[in-house]
């Protein structure tokens, strides 16, 4: 696939997608959605990639989805073009590789439903988050309905839902939104540090903690339990098993990709 809009970098087992539309900026279309899914699927099978970090080129992380696109969609269209965001966006949520926002400046409307799919999100201190789609009459089409309560509470939520309220970066960091707040020149660094950190552990165990976590929450507690034990139990035949030994032997751990 010709990928037009996204750019892939790959050093370090690091994965860097840069959303580069920065003229519209960066907001979502058919051509973002259909290059995401294409990037996903080929990040996922390679050993050599450990973690992904996706940021946006220019003054706008992503910008909202693109109302060019939109505005004269039918309501069967309009269905259809939410569709394929929720699709892109759950594929990425369900990548085994863990995935960091590195949000350099305007999450808006489809862009923060892109940082929420993503599994970590660190801003800069410049970043703007928001929803702002009542402003045009319309609801969130990507899924932040859905995750935006259940990362920040049903009650802020809806406030930044029903308000289209506009908030700073340390704002979002006060209610869950991110998880770390930098200043502009260290975005990338911050995130990259982050990213090796998480790499150098056991990758299946990597895997399987985004994976019980992410299915886990959408079950209740028993069975969200019942999930972690089984996948805690698996690692025992292998990666847990070297990295027990190497503890008891004091020497870093070999894992296996």
């Known amino acids: 696939m010709i990928y037009e809009i996204l750019k892939l970098h790959v050093a370090e087992g690091i994965a860097t997608i840069t959303i580069s539309r920065p003229q519209a900026l960066n907001a979502l279309n058919t051509r973002f959605f259909n290059e995401m899914d294409g990037l996903v699927a080929e990040i996922g099978p390679r050993d050599d990639i450990k973690v992904v970090i996706i940021t ?5 992380f992503v910008a909202g989805a693109d109302i060019a696109e939109m505005v004269n969609k039918t309501q069967e269209e309009g269905t259809i073009f939410s569709r394929l ?18 949000v350099n400046g305007f999450a808006l409307g489809g862009g923060c439903e892109l940082a929420l799919a993503c599994d970590i999100r660190i801003a800069s201190s410049k ?13 969130p089409g990507y899924a932040a309905t859905q995750r935006l309560p259940r990362l920040i509470g049903l009650g802020n939520a809806l406030y930044l839902l029903l308000t289209a309220e506009m908030i700073g970066a340390e704002e979002a960091f006060r209610v ?10 260290q975005l990338m660094p911050a995130a990259l540090d982050l990213a090796k950190t998480i790499a150098a552990k056991g990758p299946k165990a990597i895997a399987l903690i985004k994976s019980v976590a992410r299915h886990g929450i959408l079950m209740d507690f028993e069975a969200g339990c019942a999930l972690e034990s089984e996948k805690f139990g698996m690692l025992f035949e292998n990666e847990g098993a070297e990295g027990m030994r190497a503890f008891l032997e004091k020497r870093p751990p070999k894992w296996e990709s």
Do not use: C
């Open 56 to 60: 946006g080129e220019g003054k706008a």
């Open 85 to 102: 965001g929720q699709n892109t966006f759950r594929s990425l949520e369900l990548l085994a590789k863990p995935v960091i926002a590195a």
């Open 127 to 139: 970043a703007k988050f928001g929803q702002p789609e009542v402003n045009l009459g319309l609801i």
């Open 176 to 185: 869950g939104l991110v998880q770390k707040v930098v200043e502009p020149d």
